[in-house]
């Protein structure tokens, strides 16, 4: 149904798509796997149209075709659900769903919204969203624009003759388990008139749903496997060309923290909305994990601590000062850094280069009477991607051209650079690939050993268990338990779950 022959692409000095060969049966659903910076993104964007191939062909159906932009290829039955998200926040959902082709809702300048928000509905009901369709998408949680996103592809249906293809980036990431099985069996229902590209980096997910598997390294595929003769250990060998550390979180390295040292402290911390009551203390050296499940207060919290979120009842101290008006930038001069969890929106400035993000939180130090000493700022960000491993061709690499995996590295030496001893990492892992996750996992041990405090808000339960000193359970805006433990002697996922849900 669909083939990319040969397909080449390259960037000011990346070498993004070496030769790829793709193919894909109608009714299948393919895996792509690899890490971060293996060219998984720039060859869904050669698919969906973002980029023109410098050589090679694309082909449906037999016939060899050209896209110069994504529309072309959504008229060809070509969608993407993106891992970033693409839609416009300020907009209504409906708005969102039908961006682009408001036309047929529309008599003589004027939009018919009864007539938008009848078809929106319909869009949402494919995917069991029930939502007012005029919301407003900025207040929606993060799994339901997920959900939006593809609904907005599902609107191909209605348009398209032929079969669909639809692209799917990392488009489990943050959402529940329930949300993923509904998810996964939408998409099974859909390949009576769909084929599916699957992008995640949770091996067991691809393994689940794809009917075959591309592994991609340094933009080559490397190897393609029916899921019913490789295993999830075999695959990630393949993508990283080395042996996985065992030693998965590094627990070995967990050191003891200092009890006598408290960084943050929350005293019955009340906040708009949910969360109530809340107190603990991080102390120095310590990874306290807050877990809970979607919407029960845990981002709340976290943006409390950096000043985003002002608490309507109890105390937040920072090292022992009791603060008011607290602010981000009050946090920053305090010694916070912290790490979002939309990194693309709140964590880098795509257009900037990479050592202009790495130093935007210490502007004042790296200047002389307001003038930069881009110099010194490019030797900082070469040691740091030196130490990270982050993928860019050099420091003056736009940042919003790195993948995904690579600009959480840029966010996260941002802080370290800048001495941060308080780290707060919201989904720090989210959409990297096992060989980033490791790089995070090791630094967060070598953070926690100097006598960083982090406060976590984990990617999976395994993660937040492996990792985590300390956990903190999250449920309905208040805790509900505590677990003080050390490697050897954890809570296993039942001990969280129970008093999650």
């Known amino acids: 149904m669909f083939e990319l022959k040969s397909v080449d692409k390259k960037f000011p000095g990346v070498h993004a798509l070496k030769s790829v060969n793709f193919e894909i049966g109608r009714g299948e659903i393919v895996g792509l796997v690899g890490e971060n910076g293996a060219g998984k993104s720039s060859l869904m964007k050669v698919i969906y149209g973002a980029y023109q191939p410098d050589s090679g062909q694309v082909v449906i159906n037999g016939k060899p075709v050209k896209f110069a932009n994504p529309r072309q290829a959504m008229e060809h039955g070509i969608g993407m659900v993106f891992q970033e998200q693409s839609l416009i926040t300020n907009l209504s959902v409906m708005e969102n769903i039908f961006l682009g082709y408001e036309a047929q809702f529309t008599r003589a300048g004027v939009v018919n919204w009864r007539k938008m928000a009848e078809a929106a509905k319909f869009q949402l009901a494919k995917v069991k969203l029930d939502i007012d369709p005029a919301t407003t998408t900025s207040k929606l949680s993060f799994a339901q624009r997920q959900l939006v996103e593809l609904a907005k592809v599902l609107t191909l249906e209605e348009r398209i003759a032929g079969d669909l293809i639809i692209l799917l980036d990392e488009p489990t990431s943050v959402l529940s388990q329930e949300e993923v099985k509904l998810l996964f069996k939408l998409v099974r229902e859909l390949t009576t008139r769909a084929s599916f590209i699957f992008v995640s980096h949770r091996m067991d997910e691809v393994m689940e749903l794809s009917n075959r598997v591309y592994v991609m390294k340094d933009g080559q595929v490397v190897d393609v496997v029916s899921c019913g003769d490789a295993d999830v250990e075999t695959i990630q060998r393949k993508m990283v060309g080395r042996n996985i550390d065992r030693e998965y979180y590094r627990e070995s390295k967990q050191t003891p923290y200092n009890a006598s040292k408290v960084l943050v402290e929350l005293d019955?911390?009340?906040?708009?909305?949910?969360?109530?009551?809340?107190?603990?203390?991080?102390?120095?050296?310590?990874?306290?994990?807050?877990?809970?499940?979607?919407?029960?207060?845990?981002?709340?919290?976290?943006?409390?601590?950096?000043?985003?979120?002002?608490?309507?009842?109890?105390?937040?101290?920072?090292?022992?000062?009791?603060?008011?008006?607290?602010?981000?930038?009050?946090?920053?001069?305090?010694?916070?850094?912290?790490?979002?969890?939309?990194?693309?929106?709140?964590?880098?400035?795509?257009?900037?280069?990479?050592?202009?993000?790495?130093?935007?939180?210490?502007?004042?130090?790296?200047?002389?009477?307001?003038?930069?000493?881009?110099?010194?700022?490019?030797?900082?960000?070469?040691?740091?991607?030196?130490?990270?491993?982050?993928?860019?061709?050099?420091?003056?690499?736009?940042?919003?051209?790195?993948?995904?995996?690579?600009?959480?590295?840029?966010?996260?030496?941002?802080?370290?650079?800048?001495?941060?001893?308080?780290?707060?990492?919201?989904?720090?892992?989210?959409?990297?690939?096992?060989?980033?996750?490791?790089?995070?996992?090791?630094?967060?041990?070598?953070?926690?050993?100097?006598?960083?405090?982090?406060?976590?808000?984990?990617?999976?339960?395994?993660?937040?268990?492996?990792?985590?000193?300390?956990?903190?359970?999250?449920?309905?805006?208040?805790?509900?338990?505590?677990?003080?433990?050390?490697?050897?002697?954890?809570?296993?996922?039942?001990?969280?779950?129970?008093?999650?849900?």
């Open 268 to 501: 019955n911390v009340s906040l708009p909305g949910k969360v109530r009551d809340v107190s603990f203390k991080v102390h120095a050296g310590e990874v306290l994990c807050l877990v809970g499940t979607e919407g029960s207060g845990r981002e709340g919290i976290m943006r409390a601590i950096y000043g985003m979120l002002s608490p309507t009842k109890g105390q937040l101290k920072i090292k022992g000062l009791a603060l008011a008006h607290f602010n981000p930038m009050k946090a920053v001069a305090l010694g916070l850094g912290y790490v979002p969890r939309e990194r693309k929106v709140e964590g880098i400035v795509a257009g900037m280069n990479v050592y202009e993000n790495m130093t935007l939180s210490q502007l004042g130090r790296r200047s002389n009477a307001g003038v930069m000493r881009i110099g010194e700022e490019r030797s900082l960000a070469r040691d740091w991607i030196r130490k990270l491993s982050i993928k860019a061709h050099s420091e003056q690499a736009d940042c919003g051209n790195l993948s995904g995996g690579n600009q959480q590295k840029v966010v996260l030496a941002k802080w370290r650079s800048g001495g941060s001893d308080i780290m707060l990492l919201d989904h720090p892992t989210r959409g990297l690939d096992i060989g980033a996750k490791e790089d995070v996992y090791e630094m967060i041990r070598e953070m926690s050993s100097t006598g960083v405090g982090i406060v976590l808000v984990a990617d999976t339960l395994e993660e937040a268990i492996g990792l985590a000193h300390t956990i903190v359970v999250v449920k309905d805006g208040k805790v509900t338990r505590r677990f003080d433990y050390t490697p050897g002697a954890k809570p296993s996922l039942f001990d969280l779950l129970h008093d999650m849900i």
